[in-house]
Protein backbone atom coordinates (compact mmCIF):
# COMPACT_ATOMS: atom_id res chain seq x y z
CA UNK A 1 0.00 0.00 0.00
CA UNK A 2 1.67 3.05 -0.82
CA UNK A 3 1.98 5.25 2.32
CA UNK A 4 0.15 8.48 1.01
CA UNK A 5 -2.87 6.58 1.16
CA UNK A 6 -2.14 4.10 4.04
CA UNK A 7 -4.07 6.13 6.94
CA UNK A 8 -7.35 5.86 4.67
CA UNK A 9 -6.77 2.84 3.84
CA UNK A 10 -5.54 1.83 7.34
CA UNK A 11 -9.31 3.42 9.00
CA UNK A 12 -11.40 1.92 6.58
CA UNK A 13 -9.93 -1.99 7.25
CA UNK A 14 -10.10 -0.94 10.85
CA UNK A 15 -13.47 0.17 10.39
CA UNK A 16 -14.44 -3.63 8.62
CA UNK A 17 -12.44 -5.63 11.35
CA UNK A 18 -14.99 -4.31 14.26
CA UNK A 19 -17.98 -5.33 12.59
CA UNK A 20 -16.52 -8.96 11.34
CA UNK A 21 -18.21 -11.12 13.90
CA UNK A 22 -16.83 -14.70 14.54
CA UNK A 23 -18.75 -17.62 16.23
CA UNK A 24 -20.90 -20.49 15.79
CA UNK A 25 -23.03 -19.89 12.20
CA UNK A 26 -25.49 -22.48 13.53
CA UNK A 27 -26.57 -20.31 16.40
CA UNK A 28 -25.85 -16.61 14.94
CA UNK A 29 -26.39 -16.14 11.22
CA UNK A 30 -24.64 -12.75 11.43
CA UNK A 31 -21.52 -14.59 11.84
CA UNK A 32 -18.62 -13.82 9.45
CA UNK A 33 -16.67 -16.74 9.79
CA UNK A 34 -16.36 -19.56 12.46
CA UNK A 35 -13.09 -21.40 14.02
CA UNK A 36 -10.27 -22.77 11.71
CA UNK A 37 -11.23 -26.36 10.47
CA UNK A 38 -8.77 -28.61 13.26
CA UNK A 39 -5.69 -28.32 15.66
CA UNK A 40 -3.29 -28.38 12.94
CA UNK A 41 -4.20 -25.13 11.54
CA UNK A 42 -4.71 -23.76 14.39
CA UNK A 43 -1.14 -24.14 15.82
CA UNK A 44 0.05 -23.25 12.18
CA UNK A 45 -1.77 -19.73 12.31
CA UNK A 46 -0.60 -19.66 16.05
CA UNK A 47 2.99 -19.23 15.06
CA UNK A 48 2.44 -16.68 12.11
CA UNK A 49 0.09 -14.64 15.20
CA UNK A 50 3.39 -15.85 17.72
CA UNK A 51 5.72 -14.57 15.07
CA UNK A 52 4.28 -11.10 14.15
CA UNK A 53 4.33 -10.59 18.26
CA UNK A 54 7.80 -11.28 18.59
CA UNK A 55 9.08 -9.65 15.28
CA UNK A 56 10.75 -5.81 15.66
CA UNK A 57 9.30 -5.58 11.76
CA UNK A 58 5.80 -6.87 12.37
CA UNK A 59 2.74 -4.71 14.08
CA UNK A 60 -0.16 -6.03 15.21
CA UNK A 61 -3.25 -3.00 14.16
CA UNK A 62 -6.24 -5.36 14.99
CA UNK A 63 -6.65 -8.78 16.48
CA UNK A 64 -3.74 -10.87 17.12
CA UNK A 65 -5.68 -13.38 19.50
CA UNK A 66 -6.77 -17.09 19.46
CA UNK A 67 -8.41 -19.34 21.37
CA UNK A 68 -8.37 -23.41 21.34
CA UNK A 69 -10.49 -24.36 24.59
CA UNK A 70 -13.79 -24.63 22.87
CA UNK A 71 -12.89 -24.66 19.01
CA UNK A 72 -9.93 -23.55 16.86
CA UNK A 73 -10.91 -19.75 17.01
CA UNK A 74 -8.62 -17.31 15.48
CA UNK A 75 -9.42 -13.49 15.40
CA UNK A 76 -9.68 -11.76 12.63
CA UNK A 77 -5.67 -10.06 12.24
CA UNK A 78 -3.96 -6.59 10.45
CA UNK A 79 -0.02 -6.79 10.81
CA UNK A 80 1.73 -4.27 9.06
CA UNK A 81 5.07 -5.11 7.93
CA UNK A 82 8.41 -2.64 7.49
CA UNK A 83 10.02 -5.68 5.84
CA UNK A 84 8.38 -7.10 2.39
CA UNK A 85 10.98 -9.68 2.45
CA UNK A 86 9.66 -11.43 5.93
CA UNK A 87 8.35 -15.03 5.73
CA UNK A 88 5.13 -13.71 6.35
CA UNK A 89 4.53 -11.94 3.38
CA UNK A 90 6.18 -15.06 1.31
CA UNK A 91 4.04 -17.84 3.24
CA UNK A 92 0.36 -18.69 2.72
CA UNK A 93 -1.36 -18.99 6.17
CA UNK A 94 -4.56 -19.96 5.44
CA UNK A 95 -6.38 -18.27 8.46
CA UNK A 96 -8.21 -14.76 8.40
CA UNK A 97 -4.66 -12.89 8.57
CA UNK A 98 -3.77 -9.72 6.45
CA UNK A 99 -0.38 -8.49 5.85
CA UNK A 100 -0.23 -5.36 4.66
CA UNK A 101 3.93 -3.10 3.34
CA UNK A 102 3.23 0.25 3.46
CA UNK A 103 5.87 1.76 0.96
CA UNK A 104 6.60 5.05 -0.17
CA UNK A 105 4.90 6.50 -3.21
CA UNK A 106 7.83 7.26 -5.11
CA UNK A 107 9.48 3.93 -4.76
CA UNK A 108 6.54 2.37 -6.69
CA UNK A 109 8.70 0.47 -9.52
CA UNK A 110 11.07 -1.04 -7.18
CA UNK A 111 7.72 -2.39 -5.17
CA UNK A 112 6.36 -3.57 -8.99
CA UNK A 113 10.06 -5.51 -9.42
CA UNK A 114 9.79 -7.03 -6.00
CA UNK A 115 6.47 -8.11 -6.47
CA UNK A 116 6.95 -9.67 -9.70
CA UNK A 117 10.04 -11.84 -7.96
CA UNK A 118 7.92 -13.46 -5.32
CA UNK A 119 5.36 -14.23 -7.42
CA UNK A 120 5.70 -17.62 -9.13
Keep these: VPDSTWPQI ?3 LLDVHRKIRVGDPVED ?9 D ?9 WLDHAKSSPNLSIIA ?12 EPTIIVTKDPQDPIMNEEIFGPVLTV ?12 RLVDGTSP
Design 101 to 112: YVYPEKNYQEVL
Design 63 to 74: GGNCDDRKGYFV
Design 39 to 47: DKSFARIKR
Design 10 to 12: REQ
Design 29 to 37: FSTFFSAVI
